[in-house]
């Protein structure tokens, strides 16, 4: 009798803490995109699915793909001629530095000043360290101008169907209209909340106990000018709430 009491409790503490640390434990590294998704097991490259891509060598999260393959499949069956490309899927810290440099140079020079450059580089693009993109969980769909979503014939009928469909396979619009700072409104970026869910949880974490731990390893053009910590509050955390 005592023995069985021992072991289910030695079960439910097995239980409770593999749960508990399953939620916490995306490595840093993985959180800032200091890694190399071409090589983690994890990770599939999109050229071995059937989802049509613009360039090769794009990676997700394994089940991501899955499912994004599901809504692909469910999108084509309504609509066999209308395009669902993926144009961007992972993207690590190194690339999103090089975009992020590129961007740097050519706007610094017309503005002069780094709040100036940060804020316009923001619209669109993320701080190197600090983009969904780092999480294998999120993708860009077909276009990234709004115009094609809310204004061409086809993107239209793709983006209603998005909406409507989409959170069926566990995928949220990040920026959506409406929220107050952040990211101007992405109809082409839907990330897969299940698991992307664990990713902000955790970055919130970094932020609220240690955010010198985030911080210290951003050292992109003009990081010593900027305030990081506001930047990251207003550009990670203003998401869709149905993202968290
Ligand atoms: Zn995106």
Redesign the pocket.
Known sequence: MMMKIFISLLVTILFMTTHSTFAATVPLNELIGQFNEKTHPNYINLDHTILPVNKPNMYLQKPVAEKLIEAYQAFKAEHPTLPFIII?ATRNYAYQNGIWQRKWKTLYTKYKNSHKTADAILQYSSMPGTS??HWGT?V?ITSLESSYFLQDQQGKILYDWLIKNMPKYGFCQSFTQGRKVGYQP?E??WSYQPIAKHYIAQYRYYMDKHPEQIINKLNFAGHNNLNLKKLINDYVFSINHQCY
């Open positions: 961007s969904r993109h999120d860009d992405e082409w970026h």
